[in-house]
């Protein structure tokens, strides 16, 4: 697995969805009806979501450690409401995506979120509170798209900046894009495809990854099988 990704799956639960450094995870505020959804800033959304995360990591350390597979139920209760699954597809498909089928589109949505949740979720059992900083972000009024911005702490005691990109829909903001020291998944993710989608068809490509393929595999290698 690339260092990218490393530093991108502490990052999802860490700056996707983490809190301030050095604070103690704190219970989870009480479920949010959607219009109170739909008002929270984009700092709100990380750390509401960090919250809930630490929580239950924190509640549940020696289970998640024991299993690691578990962690991705895990990120996929918080992570998910918060993430727009299809309009990174869209990014990350560029032009494919506008001659793909509904079907495909569909196809593609879920394998490639699977894809993200299964790869990194093993990654995320030792995350403690402690490795992640969150910056304030300022949003200007009338503003469709924001970033916030987190720095990560590695086991060497580097911190590596993580920038996650939100945009807002009707149902109010929505992450889809996570840029590490200035690569953005997003492109890396449509580098690895989009040749092999060129080569081998659309079809295909999602075939692969809904066999637990690994995004960089496929943008490496040409399956013969």
Do not use: C
Not at 12 to 31: E, I, K, M, R
Not at 198 to 208: C, E, K
């Amino acid at each position: 697995m690339r260092p990218m990704t490393i530093i991108m799956a502490g990052a999802l639960v860490a700056g996707g969805f983490g809190s301030q450094a050095g604070a103690a995870p704190q219970a989870a505020p009480p479920a949010q009806s959607q219009a109170t959804q739909s008002q929270e800033s984009p700092s709100d959304l990380v750390q509401h979501a960090a919250e809930g995360i630490l929580r239950d990591l924190e509640a549940n350390r020696a289970a998640y450690k024991q299993d690691p597979s578990k962690v991705a139920t895990l990120v996929d209760k918080y992570l998910l409401p918060h993430f727009d699954t299809e309009y990174a597809a869209r990014l990350v498909l560029a032009q494919h995506w506008r001659t793909a089928t509904p079907e495909q589109r569909k196809r593609f949505i879920d394998a490639f979120y699977h894809s993200l949740i299964t790869n990194y979720g093993s990654y995320l059992a030792d995350f403690t509170a402690d490795r992640l900083k969150v910056y304030p972000s300022r949003i200007e009024p009338g503003a469709d798209h924001a970033t916030v911005r987190t720095e990560v702490k590695r086991d060497n005691g580097d911190r590596v900046a993580v920038n996650y990109s939100l945009h807002k829909t009707a149902d109010g903001w929505k992450a889809y894009d996570v840029n590490i020291e200035g690569i953005s998944y997003v492109k890396s993710y449509r580098d690895d495809f989009g040749s092999q989608i060129d080569q081998q068809g659309l079809d295909a490509v999602i075939s692969r990854l809904e066999k637990g393929e690994k995004p960089a595999d496929i943008g490496k290698t040409t399956n013969k099988g």
